[in-house]
């Protein structure tokens, strides 16, 4: 049965431990590129946070759930407003996963968000946006 969540990878060129800092470091990536707001901590397993953007448009609470030191970090969505569809709560259950593999002195990060599938009114819309965070700002890496 083909995976519907919505993944995709880059290569970079830092280290996995590297990245692996970069992903803990949430602030320093998801926010910003479109007005975005972050709150909490996001270092250690159940550490929240939460993530606002659109003024409003789109609001998230996340729990770190599991770390696998320069290899692997998961998030719980456990809150979420989305206020741009009608079923505002999408993300609500959802997994959020990067995944590092180091790759010739380069690192590839694959990213799932597990759950956000095509059937989901926002898919259209959070697809590109994890699209633009994840490949176009590479994580802010370079």
């Known amino acids: 049965m083909k995976n519907h969540d919505f993944t995709t990878s880059i290569i970079v060129d830092q280290t996995p431990a590297e990245v692996y800092n970069a992903i803990l470091n949430v602030r320093g990536w998801w926010s910003g590129l479109y007005g975005e707001s972050f709150e909490g901590s996001s ?14 448009m789109h609001y998230s609470k996340q729990k770190l759930v599991e770390l696998e030191k320069d290899r692997k970090v998961v998030w719980l969505v456990t809150e979420s ?5 009608e079923n505002t709560n999408e993300w609500q259950g959802t997994r959020i996963i990067f995944e ?42 370079v």
Not at 43 to 56: P, T, V
Not at 81 to 85: A, E, I, Q
């Open 81 to 85: 407003n989305l206020t741009f569809v």
């Open 43 to 56: 270092e250690k397993i159940s550490d929240e946070f939460s993530f606002l953007a659109g003024g409003g």
């Open 100 to 141: 590092l593999f180091p790759e010739g002195g380069k690192t590839k990060v694959v990213f799932t968000h597990v759950g956000l599938v095509p059937e989901f009114e926002c898919y259209n819309s959070c697809a590109p946006a994890w699209k633009g965070y994840v490949q176009d700002q590479r994580l802010n890496l």
